[in-house]
Every structure is written in structure tokens, then in C-alpha cells.
């Protein structure tokens, strides 16, 4: 059975970094692109990053480009995403996605995580 599990959320303040991880199990999941996308109180769910598999390249949203990092373990089946120098925008909900390519279109990702929260205080 594919599935993706997230983990690393947490409250942090201003300026802080957290580190999340994505586990994923079966083989479809274990071997595709991965995303990680957000969605804050009120808004709609939107792309963070993608990483391809099995990991040359990569892409960001504008919004997090120069503060936050995709990586994979292919060893550990696990994506992570490092997240530095947060502000109070990035609170939200994280989801971890697996699709066929690593793109910035959500609708090109079948799996998807329960998503993690991730709070940052001013």
C-alpha cells in the first residue's frame, strides 16, 4: 500500500528552523518525484517544493527560494524539508506528495501525506 507520512512540525519562533521528513512505503511512492505543498488558515493549498527522482532536480516557490532546502535519502525512502530563517507566513499545514514528475502542479500528485503543522510566533 503506498503512503507517506510527515513528520518534523512544530512551534518555532521567528527566525527559526525546523526539519521535515516524509517517509514513504511501497514501491510506486518510494520511487517518484516528491512535493511538499501548504496550506495556511483560509487559503488555498500551495506549491512549497518538488524534488525528482532520484533527486537531480529540484524547484521552489518563490516565497521560500534561499531559505528552504529539499532533499531525499533513497536509502531511508525519505524526503526531507529544511526550513531556515521562518517567519510568521510560513505557518500552516504541510503536505507531502509523491507523483510522477517533480512539478509545481498539484494536480500532478496521486498520494498524498496527512500533512504536518508547522507554527512560527513573531
Known amino acids: 500500500q503506498v503512503q507517506l507520512v510527515e513528520s518534523g512540525g512544530g512551534l518555532v519562533q521567528a527566525g527559526g528552523s525546523l526539519r521535515l521528513s516524509c517517509a514513504a512505503s511501497?514501491?510506486?511512492?518510494?520511487?517518484?518525484?516528491k512535493g511538499w505543498f501548504r496550506q495556511a488558515p483560509g487559503k488555498e493549498r500551495e506549491f512549497v517544493a518538488a524534488?525528482?527522482?532520484?533527486?537531480?532536480?529540484?524547484y521552489y516557490a518563490d516565497s521560500v527560494k534561499g531559505r528552504f532546502t529539499i532533499s531525499r535519502d533513497n536509502a531511508k525512502n525519505t524526503v526531507y524539508l529544511q526550513m531556515n530563517s521562518l517567519n510568521p507566513e510560513d505557518t500552516a499545514v504541510y503536505y507531502c506528495?509523491?507523483?510522477?514528475?517533480?512539478?509545481?502542479?498539484?494536480?500532478?500528485?496521486?498520494?498524498w501525506g496527512q500533512g504536518t503543522q508547522v507554527t512560527v510566533s513573531s
Open positions: 506528495a509523491a507523483g510522477r514528475v517533480a512539478t509545481p502542479d498539484m494536480s500532478s500528485y496521486g498520494t
Open positions: 511501497g514501491l510506486t511512492s518510494i520511487t517518484s518525484a
Open positions: 524534488i525528482s527522482w532520484p533527486g537531480s532536480i529540484t
